[in-house]
């Protein structure tokens, strides 16, 4: 690799889930030589199998490439971004490593929401766009549709836009002389202290922790002490280098590349996506790269083995998985029904499907997943203090209460223009406010403020029922506003059960709990006595049902005699499941808790 500027070009590819991002990436890797080994795979940067199967990128991976253009040698670091939502944080920061980025549109589906979310970021940082049109080689390809619609929505030039097929390599020269042509070349000054963007961060089993990273400023060479500035770890470099897309040791890097840096750490937590290398010591005005976030888990689930023998087994798999995902947040809990487990936070419903599939595939764990839960937080009347509640059990009485807030998320929604009136209705029914409508052709963005608790039920899924699966999503969270919360109680023969408690809007308190009473009456099994089931709000009966009794038939014995040997029987019969119905316990099994609680 050349450290020349001028023939640099960092880029990356900005499309939605299945628009051929990863693809496009295997045809530019084709092009520069890279060749694995004679034995070039499809989907070659997408190295964990679950995304090779269901065509996403999970996590992102750089590449960088040498493509000759007349008498020029061209440095191309390709960063492979996720294309999904809950790792928009991810994207922010690849898209802080470029100059430049592909906005990849499918021809057979056009713009979606996710798509134009991530171009707007890209936009507000400053980002040199040029659109691409993908898949033209189908016969369904609507390329001069979707070619309008990039006109309409972002404004450019018809002769701007680059068609290609990923698939076939067609107009795929075109594409990387468009690349070289239009992009600018990174700025930098290789003489300044060194400031390095973190990027990326994996776990190597000999070289620890892996940071991937683009050199803002300075120079990097493997004597150096470096330092993590948000972190404050102070660690030297056990290897630096190039990814091609394997490791390739160098001895340095300089402002304005693409590479690596094994900093021997063992904890990937001390090595956070967005946090700033410098040396070591930082000078006194330094300042560190702007953009940093600690991650923060939007979504919670309970994970339980089926056998309770395995809870070791689990501990160790999480431990593992934590070292590759720095983004999970683990804590142990435990239910009286389901046993010892993990509490766990995701970025997303997607991220918690990528991990539970992981888990039960790679480290072979049979798993119950609890339904997915939010944080809400609780202003008490004393001395205003707030408090965050998870577990709906840990809310405070509500005498106590001043408020609840709940978190609340921006959402955006690319649909055609037929579907606008089914969608509307979706979001009104799900608490959702318009903030925004704008129409680009035949396509509307609507722009909306929801609960995050209307988002993670099922909304995605209804949302694509209501278009006929045309309508796209992205969203991002916003803040905490104050909501009328209540906690609706699960009384089972007059014993309240804490893990069946839900936290709602009042507004859909009785319906929830009408649900909750029918949902249970079919999962708890018939003892022989009645089983009253009751749903509670604060001190109110919203909801009840009742599991009738098993009945025996004590007078099957006899045959013949007076009536009153049956009334006697039967009598007995009466006063023994009186006395099973104050005393008896009902068992309430580990498939019945689970069902109850899908009550959406």
């Known amino acids: 690799m050349t450290g020349k500027l001028s023939t640099t070009r960092n880029f990356c590819v900005v499309s939605h889930i299945n628009h051929g991002k990863t693809t496009l990436t295997d045809r530019f890797l084709e092009s520069c030589g890279v060749d694995a080994g004679g034995k070039l795979k499809e989907r070659l940067l997408d190295s964990n199998p679950i995304e090779q199967e269901k065509g996403i990128t999970i996590k992102l991976a750089p590449v960088s490439l040498t493509y000759h253009l007349g008498a020029e040698i061209y440095n191309l670091n390709l960063i492979d971004t996720p294309g999904h939502v809950d790792f928009s944080y991810e994207v922010s920061r690849s898209l802080a490593a470029c100059e430049g980025a592909l906005l990849l549109v499918d021809a057979t589906q056009g713009i979606q929401a996710q798509t134009l979310a991530t171009a707007q970021k890209a936009l507000v940082q400053g980002l040199k766009l040029i659109p691409v049109v993908n898949k033209i080689d189908l016969d369904n390809a609507r390329i001069d549709q979707t070619s309008q619609e990039l006109q309409d929505v972002f404004g450019f030039n018809a002769a701007e836009i680059v068609a290609v097929s990923a698939k076939t390599g067609q107009n795929l020269v075109q594409l990387i002389k468009a690349v070289i042509d239009r992009l ?47 972190a404050g770890k102070i660690f030297s470099p056990q290897q630096i280098g190039f990814f091609i897309p394997a490791m390739k040791p160098t001895v340095t890097l300089t402002a304005g590349q693409v590479g690596y840096i094994a900093t021997g750490l063992k904890d990937i937590y001390l090595c956070r996506v967005g946090d700033t290398v410098t040396g070591y010591p930082a000078a006194p005005d330094f300042k560190p790269l702007p953009g940093y976030q600690e991650p923060q888990p939007m979504v919670f689930m309970d994970i339980f083995p089926h056998d309770n023998s ?21 804590a142990p809990t435990a239910s009286p029904l389901l046993g010892s487990g993990f509490q766990i936070g995701f970025q997303g419903l997607l991220h918690a499907d990528i991990t539970k599939e992981r888990l039960e595939r790679e480290f072979d ?236």
């Not at 776990?203 to 620890?208: D, I, Q, T, V």
């Not at 988002?455 to 999503?473: E, P």
């Not at 098993?550 to 009466?574: C, E, F, P």
Request: glycine share 4%.
């Open 365 to 600: 764990l049979s798993l119950l997943f609890t339904n997915p839960a939010i944080t809400y937080k609780v202003v008490l009347k004393k001395d205003r203090q707030e408090v965050e509640i998870l577990n709906p059990a840990d809310l405070p009485d509500p005498s106590l209460i001043d408020t609840v807030k709940e978190p609340f998320v921006k959402i955006t929604i690319f649909t055609p223009s037929q579907y606008l009136g089914h969608v509307t209705l979706l979001t009104q029914t799900r608490r959702g406010v318009l903030i925004d409508q704008n129409h680009f052709g035949s396509l509307v963005k609507l722009s909306y403020h929801l609960p995050l608790a209307e988002l993670i039920k099922n909304f995605f899924s209804q949302l694509k029922s209501t278009s006929s699966g045309y309508a796209s999503l992205d969203w991002q969270f916003l803040d905490y506003r104050p909501a009328d919360i209540v906690k609706l109680t699960t009384l089972i023969s007059g014993q309240e059960i804490k893990p069946l408690a839900l936290l709602l809007p009042r507004d859909q308190a009785q319906t929830q709990a009408q649900a909750l009473a029918k949902k249970l009456k079919s999962v708890i099994p018939r003892h022989q006595f009645e089983v009253p089931i009751q749903v509670a709000l604060g001190g109110k009966i919203l909801a009840r049902e009742t599991v009738k009794a098993v009945r025996k038939d004590v007078t099957a014995k006899l045959y013949g005699g007076d009536q009153t040997r049956k009334d006697k029987l039967l009598s007995k019969q009466k006063k023994g499941k009186k006395k099973l119905k104050r005393l008896g316990r009902v068992e309430l099994p580990q498939e019945a808790f689970l069902a109850a609680l899908d009550t959406h």
């Open 184 to 230: 600018p070349s990174p700025q930098g000054d290789p003489e300044k202290p060194l400031k390095a963007l973190v990027f990326n961060s994996f776990y190597h089993p000999h070289l620890g922790v892996i940071a991937a990273v683009r050199l803002v400023d300075g120079r990097l060479n493997l004597k150096d002490k470096l330092l993590l500035f948000a």
């Open 310 to 330: 395995d809870f070791v087994k689990l501990k160790s798999a999480l431990e593992k998985l934590s070292l590759v995902d720095a983004s999970l947040k683990l």
